[in-house]
């Protein structure tokens, strides 16, 4: 049985990837199994894999809205569109999580030109100018132009007395491989859903238990979006600011449910 994946590509089903998939974002084993063999009757051969996402995500919540919810993530990050606020917000708190300072949309002199630039982190003796490339689609890649275009802008700003400053290319989705190899041969850092191996976003995500409001089950798309207006992005800090709830329309026990879902997701917040 074929399976299409976003970027056109299709493979075989593997059902030990999807029981491992639902397995990290908290779900027992033997539901994991269970939720596979229920979505494996369903399958039929070109089947896309954000059908057997759905399939398996609306088994989860119906079990374990927490585990759901981690499971979303790769969704949820698309739900940050259309502005690409979010996203850079999101990033910068990312880092801050793992004990970095970062700020967002800061003008640099170059030598040549003024640079906006979405996210900068300091990091030890360096500091990273980065790009934040949202994508509001799961099959859409970063390419070799953005790559190029980030590394001149680096090149400007440390022509202008920055030597310490390093290119920082952060995406939602995934580089294609020129992007890839020339971020690679100019020393251009790159964080995207699957790379750099044991550094992805994902896993950091993971690590740092840093969720966004959009991976909640609990929230319409439109409340979702009316959080986002109000620049109110981390799960964590709605479950400590539960009173924004009511302005977006969510009182009583559905106001409760959010934030229960919330402080489940982020327990340490």
């Known amino acids: 049985m074929r ?73 949820a990050l698309i739900e940050f569109g259309p502005s690409g606020f979010p996203f850079e917000s999101y990033i ?14 800061q003008i640099i002199k170059g030598a040549c030109v003024e640079h906006e630039v979405d996210v900068i982190v300091h990091k030890e003796n360096t500091t990273l100018y980065g790009e934040a490339k949202f994508h509001n689609a799961l099959g859409i890649k970063t390419d070799l132009k953005v790559a190029l275009y980030v590394a001149a ?19 939602n989705t995934k580089f294609t491989d020129k992007a890839l190899a020339y971020a690679q041969c100019r020393g251009l850092e790159l964080l995207s859903w699957d790379y750099p191996q044991n550094q992805t976003l994902h896993e950091r995500i993971e690590r740092a238990k840093l969720y966004p409001v959009t991976a909640l089950t609990s929230l319409s798309k439109r409340e979702k979006n009316a959080l986002l207006s109000q620049r109110m992005v981390l799960c964590g800090d709605l479950a400590k600011h539960g009173e924004l709830l009511p302005n977006i329309g969510v009182v009583g026990k559905r106001a409760e449910t959010v934030i229960e879902e919330a402080g489940a997701l982020c327990p340490a917040v």
């Not at 910068?92 to 949309?105: C, P, S, W, Y």
Request: aromatic share 6%; glycine share 6%; no cysteine.
């Open 153 to 171: 802008r680096i090149d400007d700003i440390k022509a202008a007395h920055h030597p310490d400053a390093t290119g920082l290319l952060v995406t």
């Open 3 to 75: 399976i299409a994946k976003a970027d056109g590509i299709t493979e075989e089903f593997q059902p030990q990837k999807l029981i491992e998939s639902l397995e990290r974002a908290g779900a027992p084993r033997d539901l994991a199994e269970h939720i596979e063999q229920e979505v494996a009757e369903e399958l039929y051969d070109g089947i896309t894999t954000h059908e057997i996402y759905g399939g398996a995500f609306a088994r989860l919540r119906r079990e374990r809205r927490p585990a759901a919810a981690r499971y979303s993530v790769k969704r």
């Open 92 to 105: 910068a708190d990312l880092f801050r999580a793992e004990g970095f300072t970062a700020e967002v949309d």
